[in-house]
């Protein structure tokens, strides 16, 4: 059983300033809800696209990749790009998670004993690919198992500022917190999402350590749900800007070519098979 100990809250007037500060620029930010209705044409697009069959594409040597769902979502949304990995010659994992709407803190620490045994199978370290929240936990995964990890790539991830995120998401979270039970925010509390919570993952996002894994981030400022600037890293040389909707960020053809380039660009840097070095 995951331990709870970590999920406590302090006084407002205590809580550290980061992903969930509130931002008197939302207003102005806001993106279209309706953009995501793209996100079927995205994907019948894919499927008519080279891309897709790994034409032109870079290929991998069975190195491992772990794909991460986004919030209110799952496996089943990541199978295209799942499969499509292992077509072009990765050995892409699913996360094993059915709807990804529990408390981030114990989803990541499940991830982080998926990653574990991921590397303790293949004798290598995994490359994380995450959707939105998904990139996120890819992102606090990383601060507590850097050995274990060869690379990270977000698709989407308002990794800088959640309060940027459309407010019907927002709202989503906070109606998961009334109706916990079941599949639904099972392990929520009242401070999961309001900046207040001091469970490692808020801690891994607004004051994350420096790690030595390299991080890119996929961007699209056509997202209706992530405001762009909340999905970029510091340094501009490690993201890479599509013009897909936030949904569509697992279907566009423009994403797969970004995460295939920058696979074979980061490992064939280095062919040396690394094993896990650290510890938890």
């Known amino acids: 059983m995951i331990p709870h100990d970590e999920l406590h809250t302090v ?5 550290e300033p980061g992903l969930f500060e509130y931002d008197d620029a939302v207003e102005q930010a806001l993106t279209p809800l309706w953009r995501e209705a793209r996100w079927g044409l995205e994907w019948a697009s894919l499927r008519l696209h080279p891309i897709y069959y790994g034409v032109g594409v870079p290929r991998g040597r069975r190195e491992p990749v772990l794909l991460i769902p986004g919030f209110m979502s799952g496996d089943l949304m990541m199978l295209e790009m799942h499969r499509w990995l292992r077509r072009i010659g990765y050995r892409s994992s699913l996360s094993r998670i059915t709807w990804n709407n529990d ?19 293949t004798g290598r370290r995994v490359v994380l690919v995450g959707h939105s929240l998904g990139g996120m936990l890819a992102k606090s995964i990383v601060q507590e198992v850097p050995g274990h990890v060869e690379l990270v790539i977000t698709l989407g991830s308002p990794f800088r500022s959640l ?9 989503i979270w906070d109606k ?9 925010g099972r392990n929520l509390h009242a401070s999961c999402g309001t900046g207040h919570c001091t469970c490692t993952f808020v801690r891994n996002m607004n004051t994350p350590r420096p790690v030595t894994v390299p991080q890119y981030a996929v961007y699209s400022k ?7 600037t909340s999905c970029i890293d510091d340094d501009p040389a490690r993201n890479i800007e599509v013009t897909c909707s936030h949904i569509g960020m697992v279907f566009d053809a423009r994403v797969y ?5 920058r696979l074979a660009a980061h490992l064939q840097e280095d062919t040396t098979e690394h094993a896990p070095d650290d510890k938890l």
């Not at 006084?11 to 809580?15: D, H, I, L, V």
């Open 103 to 121: 408390c981030p803190n114990l989803t990541g620490q499940k991830l982080i004993h998926r990653v574990r045994a991921l590397a303790d199978k």
């Open 11 to 15: 006084p407002a007037q205590e809580a």
């Open 222 to 228: 056509k997202d209706g749900v992530a405001e762009w």
């Open 257 to 261: 070519r970004a995460v295939a380039e």
């Open 163 to 171: 309060v940027k995120a459309h407010p019907a998401i927002i709202g």
């Open 176 to 184: 998961l917190k009334l109706a916990q039970g079941g599949l639904i």
